[in-house]
T-cell receptor, first 109, second 112 residues
C-alpha cells in the first residue's frame, strides 16, 4: 500500500528553527508537495520538490531524497503565525496525490 | 485576484436531507477536485474532473455525486447525509495533473 509518515505534533520556540520530516512509500513518484493548513482553514501550497536537493523559499526550505523516500520542511526564524499543521503529499505514478495526516506545529513564545 | 471560491462556508443540514455544496474558480484550471477532511486527518479525495472527464475514487460512497457544468463551476451533492458525513469539504483546482493544487476556503458541513 501507499503510505506517508510524519510526526503527529511538534513544539518549537519563537525565533528558532524546526525541521519537519516526511517519509513516503508510494507506487512511483511524480513530485512531493508541502502544504500549510491553519486550524479551520484550507491548505495553502508551500513548496514542490521533484529532484533531489534543497529548495529554498524565504524562511521555508524543503529537501528531497528520492532514494531514501524522505523529505523535510525546514522553517527558520519561527513566528507565532507559523503555528499550523504542515502536510506532506506525494504524487504517485498515476498522478494521484497521496496525503500525510499532517504535523501540528505549536510555537511557544 | 484569481481564486477558488466555495459557498457556503458553513452548512447545516438534517440527517437524510440532500445538500449541495458549490465551488467556482477564476483560475481557468483544467482540473477540479473535491476532498473530504475530518479533524486531524489527511484530506480524502472523493473525485476529480479533468476538463469534463469525471474520475471517481473507488471508495467514494454512492451517496456523493458531483457535477461540473462548465470550466468554472463544480458541485458536490450529498444525497442523504449521515452523521458520519460531517466534515470540512475542500474544493481544489490545478492546471494539470502534475501541478500544485489551489484550495478554496472549504465548506464546513454539520449534520443534525
Amino acid at each position: 500500500g501507499q503510505n506517508i509518515d510524519q510526526p503527529t505534533e511538534m513544539t518549537a520556540t519563537e525565533g528558532a528553527i524546526v525541521q519537519i520530516n516526511c517519509t513516503y512509500q508510494t507506487s512511483g513518484f511524480n513530485g512531493l508537495f508541502w502544504y500549510q493548513q491553519h486550524a479551520g482553514e484550507a491548505p495553502t501550497f508551500l513548496s514542490y520538490n521533484v529532484l533531489d536537493g534543497l529548495e529554498e523559499k524565504g524562511r521555508f526550505s524543503s529537501f528531497l531524497s528520492r532514494s531514501k523516500g524522505y523529505s523535510y520542511l525546514l522553517l527558520k526564524e519561527l513566528q507565532m503565525k507559523d503555528s499550523a499543521s504542515y502536510l506532506c503529499a506525494v504524487k504517485d505514478s498515476n498522478y494521484q496525490l497521496i496525503w500525510g495526516a499532517g504535523t501540528k506545529l505549536i510555537i511557544k513564545p | 485576484d484569481a481564486m477558488v471560491i466555495q459557498n457556503p462556508r458553513y452548512q447545516v443540514t438534517q440527517f437524510g436531507k440532500p445538500v449541495t455544496l458549490s465551488c467556482s474558480q477564476t483560475l481557468n484550471h483544467n482540473v477540479m477536485y473535491w476532498y473530504q477532511q475530518k479533524s486531524s486527518q489527511a484530506p480524502k479525495l472523493l473525485f476529480h474532473y479533468y476538463d469534463k472527464d469525471f474520475n471517481n475514487e473507488a471508495d467514494t460512497p454512492d451517496n456523493f455525486q458531483s457535477r461540473r457544468p462548465n470550466t468554472s463551476f463544480c458541485f458536490l451533492d450529498i444525497r442523504s447525509p449521515g452523521l458520519g458525513d460531517a466534515a470540512m469539504y475542500l474544493c481544489a483546482t490545478s492546471s494539470g495533473e502534475v501541478d500544485e493544487q489551489y484550495f478554496g476556503p472549504g465548506t464546513r458541513l454539520t449534520v443534525t
